[in-house]
Structure formats: C-alpha cells, structure tokens
C-alpha cells in the first residue's frame, strides 16, 4: 500500500474554499469513496497559506496517476480544474486506528459541517 499527498496552491486560484467544502460535502465524498484502490482519502486546507489539498492511502500507484490528476470515477475533474501543485507517493510503513468509534472519522471536518450539506 501506498500514501499519496496532493496539495494546490490556490494563491491564483479564484475558487473558494466554501466552494471546495460544498463540493467535498456534497459530491466529492460520496464519489472518492467508490474508486477501487482508494483505503482511505482525507481532505486538508489552510485558508491563511491558501492550501487545498488531500492524502490517499491506496493499494497500488496506479490508482491515483500523476497523469490523470484531478480525476472522479467518471473522469471529471473538481473546482480547482488543475493538476496538484505537489505530489508527494510514500510506501505505507503501518497504520493504526485509535481509540473510539472509526466511523465517526467519516463525518469529521469543516466540508462535513450540516449547513453545508443542504
């Protein structure tokens, strides 16, 4: 297995980082989730530095390639348009689950928030 990290630079961007949190919300989520290959994919962003950006666990590197980035399961890609700034592959060393309920990880974050949901 594999950990990819992704990150734009949105200094030029004009996208939002409401719109990037709609999206998550509302399309992308429920989309990233269907990729065969992909573990585990969470989204990051530092408004302040203007940093969008996301890491993957996936099995094998062919999942996400550099060459077909950003991409969805139907081959579109997400308000930013472009490819990452930076793209970072490591070799997974090991991986461990704190304690609590996993699932309550699948509704964290700021994109996660009910008003954006709606």
């Known amino acids: 297995m594999y950990v990819v990290i992704l990150a734009w630079d949105l200094t030029d961007s004009p996208v939002t980082f409401d719109e990037l949190r ?48 950003p991409r969805l399961p139907n081959g579109k890609t997400g308000p930013i348009g472009t490819p990452p700034t930076s793209l970072s592959w490591f070799a997974l060393e090991a991986c461990v689950m704190g304690p609590g309920d996993p699932t309550e990880l699948m509704s964290a974050g700021l994109s996660m928030v009910d008003d954006l949901l709606t």
């Open 22 to 69: 709609s999206w998550v919300a509302n399309k992308a989520a429920a989309d990233f989730s269907k990729i065969t290959g992909v573990r585990v994919k969470t989204w990051f962003s530092n408004e302040h530095k203007r940093t969008w950006g996301a890491v993957y666990v996936v099995d094998s590197p062919e999942v996400i390639h550099p060459d077909r980035l």
